[in-house]
């Protein structure tokens, strides 16, 4: 086994962090490589905000519902789909490209885009020790975010990325079995064996809950997840992603 595959297989998500900011030689080595990332057709439909400011990020942490390693952590990013410099290239090329940057198809071109570079960005930072956290909490109230950072029309705030010098190792959570996530040639899982594999899964999970909290907590994956899914959260997510020009199509 490589030292990338370690990286990988060691990934847990850190919310502690020391007080140690990020040097600008690490931003750009993490921005850096999540500019290598794979993206479709070359459109490198995402753009990268950086912040240092500690009101802002105390702002962004209130916003993603009091989550305070967004504020404490060695930097946050955060990865927004953009569109907005394929608007400008539409007009430097006298070209109408407004069907395209409204469809559907080139909305999620770009989320996936942001979320390739993110795991790239994640995976150089672990590389270098350094810990993170993916914040979706940021789309809780997502206007507002965007009025903050001040994004333009076809810019869209997705997720936050805390990265900083971890105050200490973190556990990690136990993932779903391999064969629930991998088929081959079709989806080929019968109904009756996944609630098998889950009902396995569910003691796993449990079992790392009570050794977390001594006996405390014994969640099951399901039940989270039901409850999870009871409501619907972020109603407002089509309206607002709408009214920044996208998916009109």
Known sequence: MNDVIETILNH??????????????QIKTVVSSAQMASTSSYIQAYTIIGVKNPETKQKLAELAGGQAYV???????????????HELIGKMENTDVSEALQST???????????????????A??????????????RNNIEEVSNLLKLPDYVI??????????????????RLPFENVYHEET???????????????NET?????????????????TGQMAGMLSSAKRKQ???FVQSKGFMKN
């Open 105 to 123: 198809e080139k909305f999620m071109v770009s989320v996936i885009d942001a979320a390739l570079a993110a795991q790239n960005a994640t995976l």
């Open 12 to 25: 847990r998500s850190i919310r502690k962090f020391k007080d140690i900011p990020l040097t600008d030689e």
């Open 71 to 85: 504020e404490n952590s060695g930097h946050f990013f955060i990865f927004c789909a953009d569109l907005q410099r």
């Open 237 to 239: 997510m089509m309206e």
């Open 157 to 174: 705030p997705l997720f936050g990325l805390t990265v900083g010098v971890p105050e200490s190792e973190g556990s990690q959570k136990p």
């Open 205 to 221: 999970v449990a079992e790392y809950y009570r050794e977390r909290t001594d006996g405390k907590r014994s969640d099951t994956w």
């Open 187 to 201: 989806y080929t899982q019968s109904e009756d064996k996944l609630i098998s594999q889950l009902h396995e899964y």
């Open 125 to 138: 930072a672990e590389s270098m020790g350094l810990g993170i956290c993916y914040i979706g909490g940021i």
